[in-house]
Every structure is written in structure tokens, then in C-alpha cells.
């Protein structure tokens, strides 16, 4: 059996739809929801749902009673992920999983003097836990999504014309959330990855810069990059009314950006994957070129 929490997120979900596709049977495929009534599609396939929740050790322990492979998928509350991953990976060695997935972060600096060391924290913590379980386990240290661009970048990047982000000329060599997925669920279908820490990044690492000038050539319209200080950044995020903890974390990132934390260009992904991955160009095609903004 193999099991994958964080089923109802869009990791762990499209994680699930190549396992599907690989042939594996749905009745050998597990979900860790934390509520049945968002995992309505999982049912509707076959997978065994299992409830449990990563602060609840009990219910990981009971939920993991028969998985042989578990895919970690890594927590979204930055607050809680020590305690919550804590769970997980005693949980999976009380319950005799045998082989551990997970999820990690990638970054040229895994000090308390990273900007986005909050961050970090509950990766590094749980990379140390699995090597330190006795567990078969393969660490995936997944660099920064480029499904994270629009984010970034904010939704009126277009409208304005400018890409406002504190990053300087630091670059990040984005990977597409599904390819990672893809990859996660190569691994678990396959051998030869226990005690393997594989570091997954792009081919090629962009700048905002880079962004702005291909945002340009695909819309036709002129994108300018401005790189603010972190200090004006902030107060413009401040004066715009956006949440303390999301300015924090905006910033953080540009900020390690800057300091070309993500700047990690790398072959193991396309290996994995078998194919060239995903361009940040191509991305950006298919998610701006039929954008309505584009008039
Ligand atoms: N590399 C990157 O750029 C990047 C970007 C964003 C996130 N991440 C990391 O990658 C992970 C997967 O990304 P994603 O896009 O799939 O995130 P997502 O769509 O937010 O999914 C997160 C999943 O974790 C589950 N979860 C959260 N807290 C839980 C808890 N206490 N107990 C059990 N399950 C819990 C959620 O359950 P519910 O559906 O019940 O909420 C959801 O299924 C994130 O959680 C985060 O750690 C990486």
C-alpha cells in the first residue's frame, strides 16, 4: 500500500493521478485527508480514504497501520510544521512504514541566517529526523515552484507593468509543481532511491528580470522589473493594508532571492523525470498568453 498525506493538496493529489496512471490499483493507494468531505474525487477513483490529522499522532499512527511506502507531503503551517512533522516521522517508524518520501526545501543556506529560515526550520529538522529513524527514506529538496511566479509577482504584474520585488538580480531555477509530483510518484513505483537525497531544480535559474523581459515578448506589452530596498518594499506592502506574516514572508523570499539562495541549476530533475523539464518560459506561455489581460 502506499499511502500519501496532504492528499487533498495539489502535491499530493496530482501525485495520486500519475500513481493512477502508472496502473497502480486505487485500492493500493491511501489518503491521508484531514476531512473526508474535500476528498469526495479521491473516493469516487477508489482511494482508501484514511483521516488524520499531523497534530494528532494517534491518527497518524492508526492511519499509517498498512502503508509500506508513505509520501510525506510537508505541512503549510509554517507556525506548527516542527511538532506536526515531529509526529509524522515517529509515527512511521512506530508503525513499521517502510519506506519515507518527503517533501524538503531546497537553498544554498540552511542557517538561522537565511531570510527565510522560518522557512527552512521544519525541513531541516525532518531531513535530520528520517536519517537519524533507521527508515528507508529518499529526501526531495524541491526548489521554489514556478507556480509561485503569479504570486510573486502579483496578480496586476500585467495591468501595471511592473514586477515589484525586492530580489535585485538574484535568480531561482523554478520547477513545476506537477513535474515534482510526477517525480515523487516515478519514485515510489521504482527502486534504487532509498538513502538518496535528491536536489530538484531547473535546468536554468531567471531573474525578475529575465521574468519581466519574457512577460514582455509573450504579451507585447513593456513589463519593467523594479527592485525596491526590503525597507520600501515592506512599507509598501504595509501601506497597501497586506498581512504582517505574508509581507514577512514576500520579502523573505525576494530577499533570499537576492542573495541567490535558489540560484541552484541542477540535472537530477530531468533524469528523474526522463524528459526535459518544464521552462520558465513555457510556463509563463501557457499561463499568460491567453490571459484576458492581454488585449
Ligand atoms: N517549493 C515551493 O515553492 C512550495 C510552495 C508552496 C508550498 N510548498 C510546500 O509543499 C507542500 C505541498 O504543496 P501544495 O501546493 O500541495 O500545498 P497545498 O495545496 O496547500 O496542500 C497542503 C496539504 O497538506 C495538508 N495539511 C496541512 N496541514 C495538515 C495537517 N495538520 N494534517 C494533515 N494534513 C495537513 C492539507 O490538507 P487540507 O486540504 O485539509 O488543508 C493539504 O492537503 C506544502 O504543504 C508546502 O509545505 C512548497
Not at 510544521?81 to 509524522?88: A, D, L, M, T
Not at 510573486?152 to 506537477?178: D, H
Not at 537525497?197 to 513593456?222: C, F, M, Q, V
Amino acid at each position: 500500500m502506499i499511502l500519501v498525506t496532504g492528499a487533498t493538496g495539489q502535491f499530493g493529489k496530482t501525485t495520486i493521478d500519475f500513481l493512477l496512471k502508472k496502473d497502480i490499483p486505487a485500492n493500493n493507494i491511501a489518503a491521508l485527508v484531514r476531512d473526508e468531505a474535500k476528498a469526495a474525487d479521491l473516493k469516487s477513483k477508489g482511494i482508501i480514504l484514511k483521516t488524520g490529522d499531523y497534530n494528532n499522532y494517534e491518527s497518524l499512527l492508526a492511519a499509517f497501520a498498512d502503508a509500506d511506502k508513505l509520501l510525506f507531503v510537508s505541512g503549510n503551517e509554517i507556525e506548527n510544521r516542527v511538532s506536526q512533522h515531529e509526529n509524522v516521522v515517529k509515527a512511521a517508524i512506530q508503525a513499521g512504514v517502510k519506506h519515507v518520501v518527503y517533501t524538503s526545501f531546497l537553498s544554498a543556506n540552511e542557517s538561522n541566517t537565511s531570510p527565510i529560515a522560518m522557512v527552512g526550520e521544519a525541513h531541516i529538522q525532518t531531513e535530520k529526523w528520517l536519517k537519524e529513524s533507521g527508515l528507508s527514506y529518499t529526501i526531495l529538496k524541491n526548489n521554489i515552484y514556478m507556480d509561485m511566479i503569479p504570486v510573486f509577482i502579483g496578480e496586476k504584474a500585467l495591468e501595471t507593468g511592473i514586477i515589484y520585488q525586492p530580489a535585485g538580480e538574484g535568480k531561482c531555477a523554478y520547477v513545476l509543481r506537477e513535474e515534482m509530483a510526477e517525480i515523487a510518484a516515478n519514485i515510489l513505483t521504482s527502486t534504487g532511491h532509498e538513502g538518496k537525497i535528491y536536489p530538484l531544480t531547473g535546468n536554468k535559474a531567471y531573474s525578475y528580470g529575465d521574468i519581466a523581459k519574457i512577460l514582455s515578448e509573450i504579451t507585447g506589452k513593456d513589463i519593467q522589473y523594479v527592485s525596491p530596498t526590503p525597507e520600501e518594499f515592506s512599507k509598501t506592502l504595509q501601506e497597501a493594508n497586506v498581512p504582517a506574516a505574508y509581507i514577512g514572508m514576500l520579502t523573505g523570499f525576494s530577499v533570499a532571492k537576492a542573495q541567490g539562495e535558489f540560484d541552484i541549476e541542477d540535472n537530477t530533475m530531468e533524469i528523474l523525470l526522463g524528459r526535459k523539464p518544464t521552462s520558465v518560459t513555457g510556463y509563463l506561455k501557457k499561463m499568460y498568453a491567453t490571459n484576458e489581460l492581454i488585449s
